[in-house]
């Protein structure tokens, strides 16, 4: 059994690292910060996922989550989920954390986030909010992907944060089997129930990536977060982690518990921001709340005598059927807040590039040539949110909240990623499949 340094510089892919879970200090570390592949690992935050969904609500433990013929098409390791199958939330989170199972993922991932690009924006999110600096993810379930990295101080920070933020759901991570379909699954963590304070977390492999392994330990008062990456083989890597364990664990504090990883505000809604692209941004479908955005040029100072004696015009109040919705030209002003000076600009967006382009400021009586074909003057929607009408071509359909025409473009659909094939990959227990 080789110790910390002589498997740092024997294996080129071996990165560790041993954090006191009280204090956040870090009792070892051997390239923590170098990029590496989670493998496996990454379903810790697909877990985290679940668990932040559960705890607001959105889903229950009974919620069925149905597998599409993408998520059944999976490799091993796997619950051989078919195509139009379902399971609920807990099964589907004891899929993860015992059998690793790589077409549960990708179902919860589907069910949770649309497609399973979008899942893996809101995870990437997600680590950035927990302080995950350098993990990036492009899948649910870790099988190979060259940009899905990660670091060994990461995924101690997600282990961690695992344990603070979810307690009432960490226990899935003790489990030790698990039944589907009259079918009784092990789970990969060998450590469990054979090394003293194991409490989880979780396992991973590709070839790519080597054996790696995510562990909590609370004995003693103490508590230790310890990850191991890039192992070369399953025996190695859990002799490897229990010897750090057994270094480890006495340097540990005794004192209380303190939160060491910030629970990040907003939930899921902040992580779905990652979703949104630079320039094709999908159109709200409810009406802000949020006060409306002016902007104010300053005029040059009067002198008071010249307006002494000059009736000043009030302006007129605003037609509520035309503009039902507060803007800087019919909201009230505030009580004992005097008007600002100057030329007041009305801040507002047309629903797309398209009826930007088309769009004039002046009516004409025939119809315009743009780029997109006749601009059509088209008629005021009831639910218009916004003072500004643009005009669109005769080929588009309407925006659900602006109530004008919006073009609809066609895109091509993107090549595949390089490296995503999910053939000849191995399962965690380092056998080849197909």
């Known amino acids: ?27 070892y570390e051997s390239n923590a910060d170098a990029p590496r592949y989670p493998a496996s690992l990454t379903k810790m935050m697909t877990a985290y996922m679940i668990f932040e969904a559960l705890s607001s609500g959105r889903i229950k433990k009974d919620t069925r989550v149905p597998v599409s013929r993408n998520a059944a098409a999976e490799p091993p390791t796997n619950i051989a989920l078919r195509p139009g199958d379902s399971l609920t939330v807990d099964q589907a989170v004891r899929a993860l954390v015992t059998r690793s199972a790589n077409d549960a993922a990708t179902a919860v991932a589907e069910f949770l986030g649309g497609s399973e690009a979008k899942f893996a924006s809101m995870m990437t999110a997600k680590a950035r909010q927990l302080g995950m600096s350098r ?85 003693n008062g103490r508590s230790i977060v310890a990850v191991v990456l890039g192992g070369r083989t399953s025996r190695s890597r859990d002799a490897h982690m229990a010897d750090l364990i057994k270094r480890y664990l006495n340097k540990g504090s005794t004192g209380r518990d303190r939160m060491l990883i910030a629970k990040a505000p907003g939930g899921a809604r902040t992580a779905l921001a990652a979703m949104i692209p630079g320039k094709q941004v999908p159109l709200p479908t409810e009406r802000p709340e949020a006060e409306t955005l002016t902007a104010y040029a300053p005029e040059a100072p009067v002198k008071a005598a010249a307006v002494m004696n000059t009736a000043v015009p009030r302006p007129r109040a605003a037609v509520a059927a035309v503009d039902p919705m507060p803007t800087a030209s019919t909201a009230p002003e505030p009580q004992g807040r005097a008007s600002a000076g100057g030329w007041v600009i009305q801040v507002a967006s047309m629903p797309s590039e398209d009826e930007a382009s088309c769009s004039s400021p002046k009516p004409r009586r025939r119809p315009a040539r743009c780029s997109h074909g006749p601009c059509r ?10 003072p500004i009408i643009a005009r669109a071509s005769s080929g588009s359909t309407a925006s659900p909240m602006h109530g004008a025409p919006v073009r609809r473009s066609r895109r091509k659909a993107s090549p595949a990623t390089p490296c995503s094939s999910k053939t000849g990959v191995e399962d965690e227990s380092g056998q080849r499949r197909a």
């Open 1 to 27: 059994m080789l110790g910390a340094a002589e498997q740092a510089s024997a294996n080129a892919k071996y990165a560790g690292i041993v954090m006191d879970a009280k204090t956040g200090k870090v009792l």
């Open 135 to 219: 993990t990036t993810f492009k899948n649910a379930h870790g099988l190979p992907n060259s940009r899905q990295k990660t670091t060994a101080r990461d995924m101690a920070k997600l282990s961690i944060a695992l344990r603070e933020h979810y307690p009432q759901y960490y226990s899935y991570f003790q489990t030790t089997s698990f039944t589907y379909k009259k079918r009784r699954y092990g789970n990969h963590n060998r450590l469990l129930g054979r090394v003293n304070g194991v409490d989880g977390i979780k396992t991973g492999y590709t070839r790519a990536s080597g054996f790696n392994l995510a562990s909590s330990v609370q004995a």
């Open 377 to 386: 003057s088209p008629k005021r929607s009831k639910r218009a949110a916004s």
